[in-house]
Structures are given as structure tokens and as C-alpha cells.
């Protein structure tokens, strides 16, 4: 989210000042506006791929056996994750609901599906 945020940051001011956005070049914030997607991109895979991989299967045992224990885990690696990153800020609100978009994408499909099956 540093790195996030700190991009973001370089941007907005070489939106404010045209002879920077001038030397510095359209490739430049192009870049830019790239590594903000990897970032979130980074983040959602780094702290909730971990969440997600609750739903995997690992065993040779019928899930039906044990839908219950999979969401628990679910929900105790989603409460921590979300303990550890409350209070995180992205000032930007496009910037946040872009992060908030693909926590979304990443989560909610998996998340629907488990809760479909069982």
C-alpha cells in the first residue's frame, strides 16, 4: 500500500505542475499509471490469495464431509487479514475503489461459489 499510495502521490503532483509533466514525458506516466495496477494487483495477490486458498481442496476426503471447517478457516484468515489492514489508508477514492474492485473480483466469486455448493 506504500508503494500504492506513493505513486499516486508522484502522479497528482505532476498533474499540478505542467512543466514536470512536461520533462518528465507522456511514457513516464503511462509507467506510472501502469504500477499502480501491479501494486493492487500485488497486494490482493499477497494478502488475500492466502484467504482464498482456505477453499482449496487438499484431501482426498469428499468436501462434503467438511463444508464447515472450510469456511471457518475462511472466515478466521478473513478476520485476521482484515484486522491486520483496517486501518490502512488510500486517500484517493478512485484509487480505493479500484483496490476495493479487485479485492471484490478476487473474493466474492470464490466465496459465492463455495456457498452455492454446500
Known amino acids: 500500500m506504500f508503494l500504492l499510495n506513493n505513486v499516486h502521490f508522484m502522479l497528482q503532483e505532476v498533474k499540478v505542475d505542467n512543466d514536470l509533466a512536461l520533462i518528465l514525458g507522456e511514457g513516464w ?26 477453499f482449496q481442496r487438499r484431501t482426498q476426503v469428499p468436501e462434503i464431509l467438511w463444508p464447515h471447517q472450510l469456511l471457518d478457516k475462511f472466515t478466521s484468515s478473513f478476520e485476521m487479514v482484515y484486522r491486520e489492514q483496517k486501518t490502512w489508508k488510500v486517500t484517493d477514492p478512485l484509487i480505493r475503489h479500484k483496490v476495493r474492485e479487485a479485492i471484490f473480483q478476487k473474493v466474492i466469486p470464490e466465496y459465492r461459489m463455495h456457498m452455492e455448493n454446500y
Request: hydrophobic residues 40%; proline residues 4%.
Open 29 to 54: 506516466l503511462l509507467q506510472r499509471h501502469d504500477q499502480l495496477n501491479e501494486f493492487i494487483t500485488g497486494y490482493v495477490d499477497a494478502s488475500w490469495t492466502p484467504v482464498m486458498s482456505c
